[in-house]
């Protein structure tokens, strides 16, 4: 069992900054990736970005948050963050943590946060 819990959500400005954090605890070893979806109201759940816990790490981002959002990890904490940068209204949403055994594609994570809320004013 892995359980995730994200911390660093708020109401900015647009334009503004918030870092996100997961931190991972229980069967740690089995985890292969981490990373972030988002859900806004109204709207499928999306993917935002990923990191491996390869040597280095390997990022994916979406297209809409590439060059915004830097996703990162700190291997000793198993822990997670994203940074996130020029923030668009369009980036309110509900961020879940998200952790996967898997060695393909992070589409159907295995381990789930229970979210936190990021809203963007205008």
């Known amino acids: 069992q892995v359980q995730l819990i994200e911390s660093g959500g708020g109401l900015v400005q647009a334009g503004g900054s918030l870092r996100l954090s997961c931190a991972a605890s229980?069967?740690?070893?089995?985890?292969?990736?981490m990373g972030w979806f988002r859900q806004a109201p109204g709207k499928e759940r999306e993917f935002v970005a990923r990191?491996?816990?390869?040597?280095?790490?390997?990022?994916l981002y979406a297209d809409s948050v590439k060059g915004r959002f830097t996703i990162s990890r700190d291997n000793a904490k198993n822990m997670v963050n994203l940074q996130m940068n020029s923030l668009k209204p369009e980036d309110t949403a509900v961020y879940y943590c998200?952790?996967?055994?898997?060695?393909?594609?992070?589409?159907?994570?295995?381990?789930w946060g229970q979210g936190t809320q990021v809203t963007v004013s205008s």
């Open positions: 229980g069967r740690t070893f089995s985890i292969y990736a």
């Open positions: 990191i491996t816990w390869t040597r280095g790490g390997s990022s």
């Open positions: 998200a952790a996967s055994r898997g060695l393909g594609a992070f589409t159907e994570p295995d381990y």
